[in-house]
């Protein structure tokens, strides 16, 4: 295996969104980890209207174009980071929306997480580790949390993400982590030992 393609989800998409600066940081931090290629999954490029299929796409594969397009980018990928904010205590719809129009795409491949907000988004990233487990993904423990003091400091540009070290070492935590499970996963994947069970 060479590189390991990680796609990095921007959950949020309305405009002025604040998900750009904890994902630009990010990118940067991937820069330090040399096994990784990242790529932007940015929910803008893919408008999908509310969930309106026939079938499940654990069965069928979605009809609808933008979602067809984010299913084939999705299956490209040995792992995921969703960055991610909190609405109401939970995931953004948007992001929902999404992972309802995809699944084999996902099974087997690891999840990371960075949030942001109150607590660090942890409310919204706990409802979306269980997402995650019916998804077939493998979610992960080491995720980063930019809480509110960081993030009104950052919002407000009194200050940026880099001058939080603890920060900068939750990202090394959890890109190591990432790393290991892709990998891992990548070649369990590839071993032809293992199949996927259907969805039951
Ligand atoms: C509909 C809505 C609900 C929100 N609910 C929460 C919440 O439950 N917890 C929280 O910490 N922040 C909440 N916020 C504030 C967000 O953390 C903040 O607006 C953040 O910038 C949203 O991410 P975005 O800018 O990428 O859209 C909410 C914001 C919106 C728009």
Redesign the pocket.
Known sequence: MSQIRIGIVIS?T?E????DKPTQWLLKQIENHPELSAELLDLRAFPMPFFDEQTAPAYAPPRCEAARRWAARIAKMDGFIFVT?????SI?AVLKNALDYAYQEFNRKPAAFLG????G?A?AIEQLRLICIELQLAPLRNAVHIA?EQ?LAV?NAERQIEDFHFLNTSALSMLRDLSWWARALHVARNDGATSVPDAG
């Open positions: 949020t309305r002025n969104r604040f998900a904010a909190e609405y109401n205590r953004p942001y907000g109150g607590v988004a409310r509110m993030y919002l």
